[in-house]
Structures are given as structure tokens and as C-alpha cells.
């Protein structure tokens, strides 16, 4: 009876984890709102400072980046965070009271076996957030550099930066979606009447990402300045495309360490015990 009841506490505790990521998944197709958006406009918000709040700034940026843009997620998820947790720290109770073998244990050792289960119930959700976070800002990394060339074409064709953005998310939108959102965006804001630089470094921003802050320092120096911008953006991508190959390069080097540590630990103790095996045999038989 005992071992019904505790598989029933971990088939709940598994059923939980499924709300939560179907939660996450309700949450993420529901209607978007701006990472950094207060109750002011955006001509009048600041871009580096651009809530009041900026611990709830920085979460409902991360939600955002891992597809979570409902308006009351920074809600929810601090609901999930405490709800799993106070909800692992019931199911430790009960299986101490149930379990038989975990009955024995000493009164530290029950709190340290209730507070660790507390604690992974926390960490389940930001674990889940940071994992398809990481996996959106790669995607973004990634994109960029496609990005870099088709503005460079149209820009080149006589098309202005504006247009060029615009055609640019036209065409990225069926292979990097996640970067064509953030240049619609962008575009819409300028429609809107946005200002230029407020619009770029938000983009910038909201993704978290170096080139496209840089990028967008290139697009308003060379529009304040009056430069040519298809020189600037072929050094760019040019620079930008040299980077991604030294950090494959850096891996690829970083490999065959790798490979003879593992080799090291998984062969050679096999290896002697083959050979030492008979040889200790022998000596312990002649005793």
C-alpha cells in the first residue's frame, strides 16, 4: 500500500510538470506585448532604464525570449515557481510518512530531504525558461548573419534601410521566425512614428544580443553621418562571419582534449585490469 501511494505522489509530481509546460505552452500562443513596456508610450520611455521596475523588467524580457509573451506571464510563472515548490515540499511529507525506509531517517536528515526536494519544485521552472531561452537567443545568433546579406543586397539594389528591414523580415520570416518577428516589430514602430535610435537599440534589447547592438550603432552612425551604408554592413557580416568561424574552430580544438580524457578514463582502467588481472590471480593462488 505503501508503494502504491508513493507512486501515485510521483505520477502527480510528473502530471504537475505537464501542467506547467502546457501552461508555458497556453502562455506562449497567447497575444504579445512589449518586453520593456510600462503604461507610457514608447516615445517616452527610456531604453536603457525602460520600466520602473527593473527585477520585473529583466523576467518578463526572459519570458519573452523563451516564447512566453502573455501579458500576465511574469504572474504566473512566480506562481508556478512557488506552487511546485510548496508542492514537492507536500510530497516529501507524505513519502517520509509513507515510505518505509525514509520513516527511519533521522529529524536533519528528514528536513534536508524535504527542503532538497522544495528546492528542485522551485528550479523546475526556471530550468524550463532558461533552457528554451538559451535555445531562442541561438536562433537569433544564427540568423543574423543571413539577415546581414539580404539587407546588403537590397540596400545595394537603391532600396532605403527602412525597406530594406521590412523586406528583409519578409523574407527571413519562413526559415529564422523568431528574427522576423523582432525586425516586424521594428518596422511597425517606425510606421508608428517611433524614434529611430529608440527603436533599433530595443530591438537590440529585447534580444539580449552584441552584433545586433551593433548593428544598430552602424544603421544610425552612417544615417546621422550621412555614409554610405552597404560598405559598412559588408565589413560587418564579413566580421561578423569571421567570428562565427573562429568559434567553431575554438571547439573543434577543444575536441580531442575531450576525446583523450574520455579515452583515458574509459580504456586505460579496463585496459589494466585485463592485464593485471591474471598476474594478481596467480600470486594470490600460490598463498
Sequence with gaps: MNLISSWILLGSFIGCAVLFVLALLRLQRAPAVPVAASEKPVADVPLVVADPEPGNSDLRRQLFQAGIRHPKAVRWYLYAKVGLAVFALLCA??????????????????????????????????????????????????????????????????????????RVAEELAPV???????????????????????????????????????????????????????????????????????KIEERANVLPTKMTLGTMMFTVPPLLILLLAPAIYRIVSSF
Design 93 to 166: 511529507i507524505i513519502l517520509l510518512g509513507t515510505v518505509p525506509r525514509l520513516q527511519g531517517l533521522e529529524p536533519l536528515e528528514r528536513l534536508g530531504f524535504q527542503m532538497i526536494l522544495a528546492v528542485l519544485g522551485y528550479f523546475v521552472p526556471i530550468m524550463v525558461v532558461e533552457k528554451r531561452r538559451k535555445a531562442w537567443l541561438k536562433r537569433i545568433e544564427i540568423a543574423l548573419p543571413d539577415a546581414l546579406d539580404f539587407m546588403l543586397i537590397c540596400v545595394e539594389a537603391g532600396q532605403s534601410t527602412d525597406v530594406s528591414v521590412m
Design 176 to 246: 529564422h521566425p523568431e528574427l522576423s518577428a523582432g525586425l516586424v516589430t521594428l518596422t511597425e514602430s517606425l510606421a508608428a512614428g517611433a524614434d529611430r535610435q529608440e527603436a533599433w537599440l530595443r530591438l537590440a534589447y529585447e534580444t539580449s544580443n552584441d552584433d545586433l547592438r551593433q548593428l544598430a550603432n552602424i544603421i544610425l552612425q552612417s544615417s546621422s553621418m550621412g555614409t554610405p551604408v552597404a560598405q559598412t554592413l559588408r565589413v560587418f557580416s564579413a566580421d561578423l562571419r569571421d567570428r562565427r568561424v573562429r
